[in-house]
């Protein structure tokens, strides 16, 4: 199946300094990326819809002012956690949809952070 | 809006079949999918249903899907200490391609 990568896997940084996370899709191109949250033994909840060339779209209650994604690529999505809290630490998942494969969203493994 | 639901763990023995159980309540769902993610990883594609089908069997892993009560299940046969991992129930809301996960269900597989 296609490969999506992150990096990076783990990420520790201090209180209100902003983290970048990239998602690529390595062997197709994406129009569409997802970046989801996974707080510890919980699911997995879409923060927002990431676009090639468009403004994200984001999901009720997550700040995008906070949580800047930018899909400047076919093949890439970043996104960043601005002015990072404690608060903020979670897993980052990210998938990217390929429509050559009846549009099956293959997944990241993952971005770990932890702020201090 | 839509709701995804799972039962929160499941231990069998080793050898043993699983069965995990979803329920689901948008009934314009397309693909229903089950992933497995193991500790610290990311999410696995296991299998995925049609919607206008109701088994789905390969290898080990096989998927029933009773579209009149909304129920979803993934029976793993033979069923091995590696497959211990959390196992999400997602479904494909037609609404640009967006997936509804389940809570995951543990799987815990004793020796």
């Known amino acids: 199946g296609a490969v999506v990568s992150q990096h990076p896997s783990r990420v520790i940084c201090k209180s209100g300094t902003s983290v970048k996370i990239e998602c690529r899709s390595l062997d197709f191109q994406a129009t569409t990326m997802f970046w989801y949250r996974q707080f510890p033994k919980q699911s997995l909840m879409l923060m927002a819809t990431s676009n090639e060339g468009s403004k994200a779209t984001y999901e009720q209650g997550v700040e995008k002012d906070k949580f800047l994604i930018n899909h400047a690529s076919l093949t890439l999505s970043t996104l960043t956690v601005t002015s990072a809290h404690p608060e903020d630490s979670s897993f980052y998942i990210c998938?990217?949809?390929?429509?050559?494969?009846?549009?099956?969203?293959?997944f990241g493994p993952g971005t770990r952070l932890t702020v201090l | 809006g839509e709701d995804v639901e799972q039962s929160l763990f499941l231990s069998v023995r080793e050898g043993d079949s699983s069965v995990i159980n979803c329920t689901y309540t948008?009934?314009?769902?397309?693909?229903l999918y089950w992933y497995k993610q193991e500790p610290g990883a990311g999410l696995q594609l296991l299998t995925y249903i049609f919607s206008n089908m109701d088994m789905k069997q390969d290898q080990r892993l096989t998927v029933l899907l009773n579209k009149k009560d909304k129920h979803l299940s993934l029976r793993i046969a033979d069923t091995q200490t590696g497959d211990s991992a959390i196992y999400f129930c997602?479904?494909?809301?037609?609404?640009?391609?967006?997936?509804?996960f389940g809570g995951g269900t543990r799987l815990m597989v004793k020796p």
């Open positions: 948008d009934s314009s769902s397309t693909y």
């Open positions: 997602a479904e494909n809301n037609n609404a640009g391609n967006m997936l509804t």
């Open positions: 998938s990217a949809l390929d429509r050559g494969s009846y549009n099956e969203q293959f």
